[in-house]
């Protein structure tokens, strides 16, 4: 591949480990408002440099809607969700058109990956993007990802992209997800409206934080949508993963990795999990709820063991056996997920009985365990923030 500028060094947050995979997702404002062609062609810079620098780069879009209106000559953004399908039809094409005029003069071939929440809640499908991604990533390509805003009924649309942006990176397995936006990050005040607003450079615990936020600041922090990047930010963290808000805006990509006032740093919450533990907490749909008792969660969630019918005390849904469930507590707190080995209606009959007797009331015993360990991964009781992740 011919580069046009040699590989500049990268710096970037000392917090930061030394990275491989980088989902940068990238808001239509950065995109669309006046100044763009100088701000993107910084950024596709940036996204050059850490490219050049061997690191594996997924870029998750916005923009669709934002380029169609300007092409078909909407002033507003429509509210009518066809109006908005047809916008998106036309301007996805125009952002990658713009993508590949950027990105061709830094040598770069990028891909595009149009998806819904139906492509990544279906296992099968979440592994063959994943397959596709993969292989994008390994012929040095730079896979660009959008919502398929065209084809997206209401159930299976994500609506906005910083929820595509985190699942991706689950799904890439990525070190780090960045999230650019408009503002440098999380303020303690609106920063907008409150002139002593501080800002946040690191979010150590995500637990913490968002108890001590959860109040009237919660509100004013969580202005132009940013309670959406928090909640993106929230699932790469629990999933193990290193977390950036920054403004791509007025700054650059190269800022926001570099320069802590640029960006809010969220460190992971547990060691990284495997691919299919990641799909079963973050993404898979939750078909039912399996409620179990005292016994049960103490021996889920203190002593690592598997989910045996005798503690269960009641079902909710209608599932079938392979599907995800969410395990809860009698008072309504879902601690774990996981995929059971038996129906709703099996389970229904097997209920508070010993393992022993399963066969007896079901007329045979494929498994022991109604979720085998395995199959389930834990909601809470996290390790300590500071835990360092570890390989895939
Ligand atoms: N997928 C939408 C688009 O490309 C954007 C959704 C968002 O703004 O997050 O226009």
């Given at each position: 591949m011919i580069y046009f500028h040699a590989p500049m060094h990268l710096s970037i947050r000392k917090e930061l480990p030394r990275l491989s995979t980088v989902v940068v997702k990238i808001g239509s404002r950065i995109l669309t408002a006046p100044g763009h062609e100088k701000r993107v062609a910084g950024l596709v810079g940036d996204l050059g440099v850490l490219h050049a620098s061997g690191l594996r780069v997924i870029v998750v879009s916005s923009g669709a809607i934002a380029h169609g209106m300007e092409t078909l000559a909407l002033k507003k953004r429509p509210s009518a969700i066809p109006l908005q399908q047809a916008c998106a039809a036309v301007g996805q094409y125009r952002l990658m058109r713009r993508y590949e005029d950027f990105f061709a003069a830094s040598g770069i071939r990028i891909g595009q990956v149009l998806l819904t929440w139906d492509d990544l809640r279906s296992k099968k499908r979440y592994f063959n993007l994943r397959n596709t991604l993969f292989q994008l990533l390994d012929l040095d390509a730079i896979p660009i990802v959008n919502e398929n805003d065209s084809v997206g009924v209401e159930e299976i649309?994500?609506?906005?992209n910083d929820i595509l942006g985190a699942q991706i990176a689950l799904l890439a397995q990525a070190d780090l997800f960045v999230n650019l936006t408009d503002v440098g990050g999380l303020y303690d005040r609106n920063p907008h409206t409150d002139t002593s607003a501080r800002h946040i450079p690191v979010v150590a615990s995500m637990s913490t934080f968002i108890r001590k936020m959860a109040d009237d600041r919660m509100k004013e922090i969580s202005v132009g949508g940013m309670a959406t990047k928090l909640k993106a930010a929230e699932i790469v963290s629990r999933a193990g993963i290193y977390a950036l808000i920054g403004d791509g805006f007025d700054q650059s990509l190269r800022d926001v990795l570099s320069k802590p006032r640029s960006a809010t740093l969220f460190l992971p919450q547990r060691r990284r999990m495997s691919s299919r533990h990641r799909w079963i907490a973050f993404t898979g749909q939750s078909c039912g709820k399996l409620i179990i008792d005292e016994g049960a969660r103490a021996a889920v969630v203190k002593r690592g063991k598997s989910l045996l019918p005798a503690g269960i005390r009641s079902v909710t849904g209608a599932f079938k056996a392979g599907d995800t469930v969410d395990i809860d507590t009698q008072n309504g707190k879902t601690i774990a997920r996981g995929m059971a080995n038996y129906s709703a209606d099996e389970i229904r009959i097997i209920q508070s009985c010993k393992t022993s007797e399963i066969a007896s009331r079901l007329g045979e015993k494929p498994f022991d365990e109604v979720i085998h360990r395995n199959n389930m991964v834990v909601l809470v009781s996290l390790p300590s923030p500071s835990a360092a992740p570890s390989a895939d």
């Open positions: 649309r994500f609506g906005n």
